[in-house]
């Protein structure tokens, strides 16, 4: 049970990242404050699963890592979408909303 | 395909920083570190500008941090693939942890190999000595017979031949059942003679074994007849004797040899190799019996038996029918059975006889020095894990899973112990081989000891404990680890349960050193007793040779005349040699062979007239004979109690037999205290007359003419049987051995003594030419080699557990810096922290002694049989064990406690 909640939960991350990459590159810790703020504070990302995340995703080839510099000119590690990445936000974005759907027929229909 | 499917590029690029990440992954730890600590710094920024003070920013940042939702523990680490990539990257790690840390790393390995290869080695003798099965068919069928009688206090006596005839005829459980008798012959075959251990068996024998000849055939049955139907002059020989002295001859078969200078025996077979029962026999005679019995083959409890039980027979059931048999016999023959039954033991454990127990308890006390080598490691191993906590929380942080971890340390333990036991078995190989050159060599079966398969699996095996238990305490030591340590300051980072599991494992340590530590005091204990036990002579200055004169040297007629004279001159020729004081003759040499026993009875006795023994079997008595010459007792220096001793006018003028009617004169007799104690628990020996049953050829009977003290003549650790003595000039019945004091030390005399002995007789085998201390001290061995070995195991056992006590208090030390300087800032005198410190590095070590002292009262018990004149209980060994153990404590604790001690206040306190 826990197993597929997490599973869930880790498929949105992903599409969260994605969907926020898709905008501009960002380090770990502004992406975890844009898809706070994105999301009116609902969400807050804890850094023991962004991380990960952002491993696995460049793993996949979704994500592109670099070290650069900030406007206050400290390093920092931006990741930037790729194009398979692209693609794939494109996928998992009708998924997520196929599903979403399905979940609400079946909400609404009860 | 527009999916969210990567293309063949991107996964190639996937792939090859998945691959980086593997190769460099110290890199890819760096890099993520840096990228963590940069996000704090902006998480403590933000929290900074919504308007709280630096220090709540940051605490608000860290536990942002470590609020990690419960399900990223089971995340997998995303760097992993599969599990054997796993493996091989936790090994990597292990590796690189280990040269990261080679002081740790060395002295773990260092532990674990002594642990290991103490263990491996132990079990090599154990397994072959006592675990494997012996090499003859169907082996746990096998037992050893025995005849004992609680009224005369006899346990375990040899058997009679009759008893031995009506077990084959009567017994229902037994299939069959043999005798066995061993001697040292003198065997002459293609001009050469050598002296060879010569067993005489019942035709039984071989095939209740189970083995084979490689050629020719083994001795006719006796077949339950009357008269056996085989002829007496057969010999059988064993494989090694056919190689080595008659070329593997395959034409063995029909040739004779020339036993004792005497008889000429017909070789008609050869063992199969390797065979050597009883007693490394090189050759066997026939020893047969058939129905038809003397009286006095009733009489004489001279044979060793054994028997296979029929298939399916349990060894109580065996006893039980035996017994019944013994009962029937009392019965029948009340003169030579009453009293007397049959008991049986299996013959694997007959043959070990007391070396079992002493082996086991040195294998559980080899075990205990591995177990305190695991804990020591393992508390070294915890101390680590500590110190990379943070190192540790970096992984957590980065959602590697409680598992995983788990997984990393104890493949790291694996990896130690794997070290360790490659260690362990070369360590176990040496030792081995060192152990069986200390070991005694009376020690049955040590010949079939082999580093073989078996013992290296054990090595595996107590390598993998060992691996389980050194990454097993490090992952419960740091169970609370979290993230939230990892930006702590370093030198604070440890958590609770790490100490405290440390605290558990030097406990352990301590308890485990207790117990080996008890165990080999109490065994030092009893060799100090058993060597510095009277015997009740004295060795020092003697020279013992014993002596084998063929028997072809005294032809018949008068042999007894002629050996008295032969001994008589040897002696005389002997006793001028420079330095020798005194020359005696004696039938056995002390602690070097079992004394004949006889019966003999008062003559007063009822029942008893000449040479017919009493009617009651509790009037017929048992003692130990021996012959002597008149200088025995002193030239031994075995003092007199009361009497007198033997002279050279107690000789009979014409010693050989007459026939039964002419009577005998009567002679003389001397007997030890313990005799006199048993017989005449009230009244006076001296002056008593006794019959002895296999004397009637020399003395009519006997008068009680003196009492000596008494000589522990069997073994050290027994005391003595009652004894009665003979004068040789009135019993020379059988051949002398020599003892000679000198002036001179006695293995200085030993060349020329032999010398002598040959330039006398050229047949006599001088090679039992030995200082009588050496007999006394190998009549030690065992004893001194167990409480040795124990000796040394405690020795390690302290050290190790020393060292765990010295880490765990130095651990103390490094992390209560700051707080002793406070103290000592705020007026604590050195001794008071030193005292500190100590009291609290010794919490665990009094904890194990506690616990530890339980268990040693138990393992106390367990060795029992092992004392000698010490009781399990004994006070002074277990307050001197605790007293040792925890002053070895001290010492470890005092050397960082002194350091912390030393602490400037001011100093402690500007590190942080």
Redesign the interface.
Known sequence: M??E??DL??GTLDLLILRTLSASPL????LS?SIQQQSENLLRV????L??AL??L?????IESEWRTTDQN????YYTL????R??????TKNWRQYVRAVDLILEGA | MLDGRPTLGDRLRGARRRLRAILFRRAADRDMSRELAFHLEMETEHNIRSGMEPGAARRAALLAFGGISRFTEDVRDVRNVDWLEDLRQDLRQAIRAFRRAPAFTLAAIAALSLGIGANTAVFAVVHAVVLAPLPYSEPERLVRLWESNAGQRIERSTVSPGTFVDLRERSRTLESVALLGWRTMLLSAGGESWEVGAAAVSPAFFDLLGVRTVVGTTFEPEDGKAKWAGTFDEVVISHRVWRERFGSDPGIVGRTVLMDYQWTYTIIGVMQPAFAFPDNAEIWVPLVYGRALSPNERQYRYYDAIGRMRPGVTLAQATQDAATIASRLEAEHPASNAGWTLHMAPLDRAILGNTRPALLVLLGLAGCVMLIACGNVATLAVARATARQHETAVRVALGAGRRRLLRQWTTEGLALAALGGAGGVAVGYWSAELLLAIAPTDIPRLDEVAFDGTVVLSALLATGVAGVLVGLAPALGARDTTALHAMRSRTDATSLAASRTREWLVGAQVALTLVLTVASVLLLRSFERLRTTDLGFRSEGVLSAELKVPGGRFPAPNRWTKRLDYFDRLIADVGRLPGVRSVAGTTTIPLTADVGSGSLWRTDAPGAKGQQPPTSAADQWRAAIQVVTPAYFETMAIPLARGRGFDPADRFANVEPTDDERPRPPGVAIINEAMARRFWPNGDPLGTTVSLLDDRSFASYRTIVGVVRDVRAASVNETAEPTIYLPFGQHPGRGLSLVVRSSLPAAQLVSSVRDRLRAFDAAISGSGVTPLNAIVGRALAKPRFTAALAGSFATLALVIAGIGVFGIVGFLVARRTREIGIRVALGARPSSVLWLVIREGLRPVLLGVAVGGIAAVGTAFAIRALLYDVAPLDPASFIGAAALLVATSVLAAALPAKRAAGVDPLESLRRD
């Open positions: 826990a197993r909640q997490s939960l880790r380090h770990g810790w502004a404050q804890g850094q023991g699963s991380y990960p491993q696995r460049e793993q996949q080839g979704w400290r390093p920092a590690k790729t194009a398979s990445g693609r794939a936000l494109t996928t998992e």
